[in-house]
């Protein structure tokens, strides 16, 4: 079965500063792994995937993530925050079995950008 | 590429009527629909996943009664909230898969529903 754990809710960085956003996996089969961000009242926009190609993903507005299956880790990182990146970030798996085609969401972390 | 739209983006109506949201696949053919429900400060949760042309399959604990979902072609799928109560209230988000791309989706903008 899949799971994914998203270890924390909320993360306070200062502007310039830089981020990283935890995420944990379980999955039976190889899997995708997606972060998404959601700014408040808005649709979910793909920052990066992980579908077993290089394991370091390089994603928009200078994300990137690392796919570490020894930890069954997937997180999150960008060297300098911008307070345009003060949003909620969603961790997922998904896995590629044919027939377990899911997606599973994490709970969430909202990020906080400080000036 | 791979655009997904939600209508409307939002809708009030009044507590014992039905309200009609459709997702549109707009540059792909979407072999499989998913349907989420969102509520406030809280993570998505599916609530059904729908084949073109067959019935959709619904997660543990939502009523298919209530939350009728229809894929009638490979680029619209409607959820279909009927005798809507308050506490049907939520953020509902599609979306749409053609099992490219290790099964990627790719999400509509959602669209806001508030039961008076």
């Known amino acids: 079965a899949q799971s994914v754990t998203q270890l924390d809710s909320h993360v306070s960085v200062s502007e310039g500063t830089p981020v990283l956003l935890r995420c944990n996996y379980s999955?039976?089969?190889?899997?995708?792994l997606f972060w998404y961000v959601q700014h408040p009242n808005k649709g979910l926009q793909l920052l990066l995937k992980y579908t077993s190609a290089a394991t370091l993903v390089k994603g928009i507005n200078g994300f990137e993530a690392e796919f570490k299956k020894s930890e069954t880790s997937f997180h999150l990182t960008k060297p300098s925050a911008h307070m345009s990146d003060a949003a909620e970030y969603f961790c997922?798996?998904?896995?590629?079995?044919?027939?377990?085609?899911?997606?599973?969401f994490g709970t969430g972390t909202r990020l906080k950008v400080l000036a | 590429g791979a655009v997904v739209s939600q209508h409307p983006s939002w809708v009030i109506c009044k507590s014992g009527t039905s309200v009609k949201i459709e997702c549109r696949s707009l540059?792909?053919?979407?072999?499989?629909m998913f349907w989420y429900r969102q509520f406030p400060k809280q993570s998505l949760m599916l609530m059904a996943t729908s084949n073109e042309g067959s019935k959709a399959t619904y997660e543990q604990g939502v009523e298919k009664d209530k939350f009728l979902i229809n894929h009638a072609s490979l680029t619209l799928s409607t959820l279909t909230v009927t005798s809507a109560h308050p506490e049907d209230s939520s953020f509902y988000i599609c979306s749409a898969s053609n099992y490219g791309a290790r099964n990627e989706q790719f999400f509509g903008p959602g669209t806001r529903l508030t039961v008076l």
């Open positions: 997922v798996v998904s896995d590629t079995k044919p027939g377990t085609y899911k997606y599973i």
């Open positions: 540059d792909f053919q979407a072999t499989t």
């Open positions: 999955s039976s089969y190889s899997p995708s």
